[in-house]
């Protein structure tokens, strides 16, 4: 057991901290029952005063925003970004910095546009849905409330239409808005097309009466054939509404994208190496791929950021906590998880030694509550949580939440998972959208995920007992 | 002095009304001085009871932006907007509608676009400068905090760059922020071209962080060869600053628009003959062009709908006011008030009987303060407006205001005019972009903008006295 004694690398002027937490794991060690040190819970304390005055990962977001820019996976930018992750992660001196490969089937949009034809012709702003084929329909649009309303339109009853599925999205703190209506984009292109439709068009899954409109993947089912999808602004979905309430209304769709061939980028993976059981790792993850047209502010240079800078304040204590932690920056989150899928399949025979696994992809807000995977794990942990996250205004949510986006494939193979509930209200309002840009990224908010990221980060990699996690 | 008791058009049950208008008009013919009857400002407090509660006027902005949508002066929707506006007037009864026609030169819009090029590379959101030639160019961009700056800058500094004008514009109630960058739009471009750049781009003049750019007129002095000029939109403007902290940047400029040739369309006018005089006006103005990205719908449908409104409701009294109100829906303001220029040369022999001319043309925000151009004039008037205009919050502001943009050349060549200062706190983040559309018009503050028209037109129709108009 003496591993468990590692002090991994010291720094002058850490005697005295290092004694201590010699002496507390000794007592935990003779205690058998997993718990937390007050001298890891005094730690803990410590990164969440720092990460309260955290500007690296604002400076992170900046930095990749700027720079980077719209880095759509599989593009040029894609791969700019990645350079961009080596690049920074090594100089922030974590320590193994590598790169994982992602292969996918690159698709990319040239031009979109839309406009109402006959009196009262004008255009539309509209975007294409991820996935979306090219091509240039013009026809009668028809009118669904939502996808429901669609799914029980007659068979053949849309053929040589456009169907309009105009479903309002709610504001809400957390998805519960997102929920009740994004399946208008990743089930109605297909239903429609099964229904007969030539073209899809939906009110956009936002709350952002700008005119912009929210891309976001759809897929067509086997043997579906597909059809040009786009999403309405606000302000055209409207406008459509009230053409409706006047006659029939035709509509132009034209949309020039598409899928190309494979194209392969990277998950870049950061790590800091643990001094006792440096092959358990606690996973902390965000996805360096972005929508195209704005520059992927809030999603999800933001969770690239908090998590970078997270762990950064944790590799410069003057120990390495017990258990290694991973920063992962995921290739193609945008078009279905792609490089968290391969992660899972790379790491498939470690599923038990990632320990805790959490993301940060939900923008830019403060976060709320916390929660993780099993509460019949980790009880001393979860006591210690709950004083830690309530200085920074975070509660227990016991039963709430899920694992990130980036998480699920891990968790479906067992991977144990941690949670923060963050505040979405603002979040559609640039999720997936042209104005998804930094000035929208709140600093303070950052800091205090940063300080929460780390916090729990730390508490995991040096609790003694396990969450759950084991191979399905 | 018959005339003056002349009831115009009456209605049943109207008798007792009348018999008190007769009785207090001969009360004042008796006195000389001009003065304000008891029976006008009765009415006129039934004006603003029945405005507070008017949805003519939504339901007029609604029609022209949704029917119409945008309609850029000389355009297909242009021609449309004008069929609907003599339709509409028509419609509504008033006693007069006819059109005068406004020809000028033709400008579009066809395509813009603009990318940061190098290692950096990524889009940029720009529209064109109303105004601004065609053209492609690529050139490193050479920042400036304002016009003066660039002013400043030594002759052919400039050669083969493109001129970056950064001011930021402040948000205020008033026309504060926009006066003092107004001329990075009007000027800039000009004073850029004589110091030998190839192309132009100016922070937008708004106040939106949403990815959509302020257009407006420039223009190229006498001789200053007109070079391509575009804004930037707040969060690309930004994005250029930061990239400018990292290294020189280079942008690459296509716009495809540009003058053509001469188009004609219409101010259209409507008429409330007077009782009394009926060739003496008040008149109120608004415009019926907008910019071609949005729908127009603060600028200017709602002074189209708040104008027509407030003098339907003045036509539906029993008895016409002593003198005329016109109601105009000027032709092409956007591109120099076009309209308004024409209407003062037609109208150049009758400035003097123009007693009072007003404007709506701020939005679609509350009215808070009022004022007219000479308070020599019209004493007894002033009392009964601040009464009147009291109950609508609105309060007298001596020595402030102006004509509105088409009343210009008509205050210009002598007529008095009439001001509201009307809360223009979010008009910037829609004056001119495309996300000026029919949902973001306020209800509530149309009706007050509706009754204080009302109120206002009827009793200068109704007041023996002058405001001061006399041909210059």
């Known amino acids: 057991m003496t591993s468990r004694h590692m002090p991994g690398r010291s720094r002058p002027g850490t005697a005295i901290l290092l004694a201590a937490a010699i002496l507390f794991a000794g007592v935990a060690a003779e205690s058998k029952a997993a718990k937390v040190s007050a001298e890891s819970e005094s730690t803990a304390r410590q990164l969440i005063e720092q990460g309260l005055k955290d500007d690296l990962a604002m400076n992170l977001i900046e930095s990749l925003t700027t720079e980077v820019g719209p880095r759509l996976a599989g593009s040029e930018a894609d791969a700019r970004a990645v350079q961009w992750a080596v690049r920074k992660y090594r100089e922030l001196g974590f320590d193994k910095v590598w790169t994982e490969p992602v292969t996918f089937r690159n698709w990319e949009r040239r031009s979109e546009g839309a406009e109402v034809l006959g009196e009262h012709r004008q255009k539309l702003v509209v975007t294409a849905l991820g996935g979306s084929p090219g091509g240039t329909v013009e026809a009668e649009i ?173 590799a410069s204590l003057p120990v390495r906590p017990k258990r290694s932690i991973r920063v992962v920056a995921f290739a193609n989150e945008e078009r279905g998880l792609i490089g968290a899928r391969q992660y899972a399949v790379a790491h498939a025979a470690d599923v038990a030694k990632h320990v805790l696994a959490l993301e940060s992809d939900s923008g830019s807000g403060r976060l709320y509550a916390f929660n993780y995977s099993s509460a019949a794990e980790g009880g001393p942990f979860l006591e210690s949580m709950k004083n830690l996250m309530g200085t920074l205004g975070i509660e227990h949510a016991g039963g709430a939440g899920g694992p990130g986006p980036d998480v699920v494939p891990m968790a479906g193979k067992g991977a144990a998972w941690a949670w923060f509930g963050q505040d979405m209200t603002r979040y559609f309002d640039l999720h997936h959208t042209a104005d998804d840009t930094f000035d929208k990224v709140d600093r303070q908010a950052i800091r205090q995920n940063v300080a929460a990221f780390a916090a729990l980060a730390y508490m995991a990699a040096q609790y003694d007992g396990s969450f759950g996690s084991a191979k399905k």
């Open 142 to 314: 028809v009118r669904f409330g939502s996808v429901d309303e669609l799914r029980a339109a007659p068979a053949g009853s849309l053929s040589g239409k456009i169907a309009f599925v105009d479903t309002v999205m709610g504001r809400y703190k957390d998805m519960t808005g997102y929920n009740g209506v994004g399946s208008a984009r990743s089930q109605g292109p297909s239903v429609a097309s099964q229904k007969g439709a030539v073209g899809y068009l939906m009110r956009t899954v936002g709350t952002n009466y700008s005119r912009v409109a929210n891309t976001g993947m759809t897929s067509f089912g086997e043997g579906v054939q597909p059809i040009p999808a786009a999403a309405v602004a606000l302000p055209d979905a409207d406008q459509l509404d009230r053409l409706l309430k006047k006659g029939p209304v035709r509509v132009r769709l034209a949309l020039d994208c598409g899928w190309g061939g494979e194209v392969t980028s990277y998950n870049v993976i950061a790590e800091i190496t643990g001094s006792k059981t440096p092959r358990e790792w606690i996973l902390l993850g965000g996805h360096l791929d972005s929508w195209d047209m704005g520059t992927g502010a809030v999603d999800d240079a933001s969770g690239i950021g908090i998590t970078a800078a997270a762990a950064k304040m944790i």
